[in-house]
């Protein structure tokens, strides 16, 4: 039972034998106590005043007496009208952090036969290009957010679903075949989404120059320009020819499949690559081209059942009008699917695939509206977790130089992205002398820990719900709310441990030579029976170490990553500030020594699980 625990259980007591009143659990209420008063923990009164008849402060005076009276942990009090600060004791605290120490995966929570199945789909690229930003921030957030629902005890299912087909996939396509001289990614030494990317870029230069050239010869018809410029966008022959290969792909042309197979293959070894780099996976992916006709055997089915309607001229509709909303397509005159027939199919072959619970779709918030209406749609379809889907909703991310249009080649590449980080890691660390000691291999590795964490943890530090500007230079900073910062500390930490155990080693080697003359080493007792007095910044680095299965629990609820990262920029804050002022090593004393040891090593290993959280590595030295 941690200190909150065991103060709330025995406030409940106090006021129980006090006023004979039994108070529920929302009116025990604990707070951390504010800095300007004595005390750890404030326990607020004013609920039991009107029962205890007595003014605020002489409740507080005899719920504060009680407990000092029947309650260990607690030293003393102090009252500040209807506050109650309490002190908590060193003995308490030394508890606390043993029971710490003993907790290997302390804050988190293993999953069992009985857990819920919680399935997060993120990624959601199109075949067309590489990926870009934007993507960088949905990967990180919904691997981020599947660690975290995982640590809450949850099983977990990470998916992705793949946009594979379409008009954009057959620009490219068609662009490969007219300008790409049967170049592939072996011939070319590109990457393949970068290869297909650049000929998605290639149809839309053409495209506008066929644009142009109709626009100028309508207009000297004397069309006026907006009726000219739609024309010419509806005439171009580029966009005709990728319609009619588009038909064909629907038609199952044997030509058409297999250079859409090629090209495709090419792009999945890419986007594989950027997967690995970016250190995210999945454990089913599916398909748009698989799941798009399911889709439309699910509308039919729900038609069928007068959950739908058809329209005059055959194109189906829901009528959302009794939920606040409007009609929604479902259904193309021509029998064609819709992007929200698609995301039927593929709940359709997700629920045959999986038990799920929960279903959340990581997708920015533009897709508001689509995802309220997926909800309603499911529910009325029969998927027991439709009505609840969680949409992780996500703002827009930005470089400072502006917004990226993919169609232009103005995107930033995630690729290029991720090797700045890492290349700007280690010019970074080479500045500051940080590499001075290591072989070229370890500065390799430890500038792509560090870039990478400093990418993730600027990402992830913020509300997912804002948009955000993300710029490499402030994120790669020893200083600060960044990755580095934390990455430093914990590598720091490491090398006070190291050092300690080469120190044990040596006062063995010694001990065997000249036995000690007071027996058993002060680094084999338990923190229990130590009698060592405790620092205000000692106590606050265990009370802050004690608040992260809170942390944890509320990330789960939240759909949270940002409440990890801060935790873990507010806990290496308070350990640094203790670092500051207190010595490890150093210390004479040999049991506040052990104590500050054992403070370290939980420091350390809060922070390696709550970067794990985010994605982020930490390394061992920096």
């Not at 929570?109 to 067309?128: C, F, Q, R």
């Not at 359709?348 to 038990?355: L, T």
Request: aromatic share 10%; glycine share 8%.
């Amino acid at each position: 039972m941690n200190i909150e625990s065991l103060i709330s259980k025995a406030a409940g007591e106090a006021v129980k034998a006090l006023y004979g009143m039994e108070p529920t659990e929302k009116m025990l209420q604990l707070q951390k106590t504010r800095s300007e008063f004595e005390g750890n923990l404030t326990l607020v009164v004013f609920p039991f005043v009107k029962t205890a008849k007595k003014s605020p402060e002489q409740t507080a005076q005899e719920i504060g007496d009680y407990l000092t009276a029947h309650c260990p942990a607690v030293e003393k009090f102090n009252v500040v009208k209807g506050f109650l600060n309490l002190s908590i004791g060193d003995g308490a605290w030394l508890q606390l952090l043993e029971a710490i120490d003993g907790d290997e995966h302390f804050g988190t929570k293993s999953a069992d036969e009985g857990s819920p199945l919680v399935m997060i789909e993120y990624s959601s690229p199109n075949t067309n290009k590489p990926l870009h930003l934007g993507h960088v921030r949905n990967n990180l957030l919904g691997w981020s957010l599947a660690q975290i629902m995982a640590a809450n005890g949850n099983k977990v299912v990470k998916t992705n679903i793949v946009n594979d087909r379409g008009i954009h996939i057959c620009k490219s396509m068609l662009a490969w075949l007219k300008y790409g001289n049967g170049e592939t990614p072996e011939s070319s030494g590109k990457k393949g989404d970068h290869l297909i990317g650049d000929y998605y870029v290639a149809f839309d230069k053409h495209y506008r120059e066929e644009v142009k050239q109709l626009m100028a010869q309508y207009t000297a018809e004397g069309m006026d320009a907006e009726a000219a410029e739609k024309k010419a966008k509806d005439e171009a022959p580029l966009i005709k020819e990728a319609h009619e290969m588009l038909v064909k792909w629907e038609q199952g042309d044997p030509e058409v499949r297999a250079l859409w197979e090629k090209m495709n293959s090419w792009v999945y070894a890419g986007f594989d690559e950027t997967y690995k780099k970016m250190g995210v996976s999945f454990d089913k992916i599916y398909y748009e081209s698989k799941t798009y006709l399911k889709g439309k055997a699910k509308v039919e089915e729900g038609l069928a059942k007068g959950l739908f309607e058809r329209h005059a001229d055959g194109s189906v509709w829901a009528d959302l009008t009794n939920e606040g909303l409007d009609q929604k397509l479902l259904l193309r005159s021509d029998g064609t699917s819709v992007y929200m027939t698609q995301d039927i199919g593929t709940a359709e072959m997700r629920f045959q695939d999986y038990p799920i619970d929960k279903m959340i779709y990581v997708v920015g918030n533009e897709q508001n509206y689509h995802f309220q209406v997926l909800s309603i749609l499911l529910d009325r379809l029969g998927f027991k977790w439709g009505k609840e889907l969680v949409h992780f909703s996500y703002g827009m991310v930005e470089l400072p130089n502006g917004k990226m249009k993919s169609r232009e080649g103005t995107v930033v590449d995630a690729d290029d992205l991720m090797q700045l980080m890492v290349d700007d890691a280690y010019q970074t660390s080479m500045e500051l002398g940080k590499f001075d000691d290591m072989l070229e291999d370890e500065r390799h590795e430890i500038a792509r820990i560090v870039g990478m964490g400093a990418l993730k943890y600027f990402i992830l530090k913020v509300d997912a719900r804002k948009n955000m500007l993300f710029n490499p230079e402030e994120s790669i900073d020893f200083n600060g709310n960044t990755g580095p910062f934390i990455q430093y500390t914990y590598a720091r930490i490491r090398s006070i441990l190291r050092k300690s155990e080469e120190l044990r080693m040596k006062s063995e080697e010694f001990a065997t030579a000249m036995p000690s003359p007071d027996g058993t080493a002060a680094a084999d007792s338990s923190l229990s029976t130590l009698h060592s007095s405790l620092s205000v910044k000692e106590v606050e680095l265990i009370q802050k170490m004690n608040e992260y299965p809170a942390v944890v629990e509320q990330a789960g609820k939240d759909y949270s990553p940002s409440g990890i990262a801060n935790y873990c920029y507010e806990l290496t804050k308070v350990f640094n500030q203790f670092y500051h002022d207190f010595s490890i090593l150093g210390e004479p004393d040999a049991a506040k020594r052990q104590v500050r040891l054992v403070l370290v090593k939980n420091v350390a290993k809060i922070i390696k699980s709550g970067m794990a959280l985010l994605g982020i590595e930490v390394p061992e030295r920096m």
